[in-house]
């Protein structure tokens, strides 16, 4: 069974950086997918970026390049989320998912398992 867990969340001012963690466990099959999403209150759950482990591609939503990097660690089974300029309207609970894929998409609903998820805020 698949299982996620965030963490690295918390406060930081305009301007700062923070680096999320999503550790994995449970992988049987060989292609899957982990993603990135947030979701601020009032809005829609948001992609950021995912890994497709088929082969080893990290592909990014247009409105999150330049700002976030998605990297992994595979001897720990770990993906990062490096989070760099942050603005205000960077605040938001930010969540990792996967799901059996080829190629991984950032469509929400095509993920089967999410972590707890891990609250960011961006203010002074």
């Known amino acids: 069974q698949l299982h996620l867990v965030e963490s690295g969340g918390g406060l930081v001012q305009p301007g700062g950086s923070l680096r999320l963690s999503c550790a994995a466990s449970g992988f049987t099959r060989d292609h899957y997918g982990i993603g990135w999403f947030r979701q601020a209150p009032g809005k829609d759950r948001e992609g950021i970026g995912c890994?497709?482990?088929?082969?080893?591609?990290?592909y990014y939503a247009d409105s999150m390049k330049g700002r976030f990097t998605i990297s992994r660690d595979n001897a720990n089974n770990t993906l990062y989320l490096q989070m760099n300029s942050l603005k205000p309207e960077d605040t938001a609970v930010y969540y990792c998912?996967?799901?059996?894929?080829?190629?991984?998409?950032?469509?929400?609903?095509?993920?089967?398992?999410w972590g707890q998820g891990t609250q960011v805020t961006v203010s002074s």
């Open positions: 890994f497709s482990s088929s082969d080893g591609s990290i």
């Open positions: 998912a996967a799901a059996l894929f080829r190629l991984c998409v950032l469509a929400a609903f095509r993920y089967d398992t």
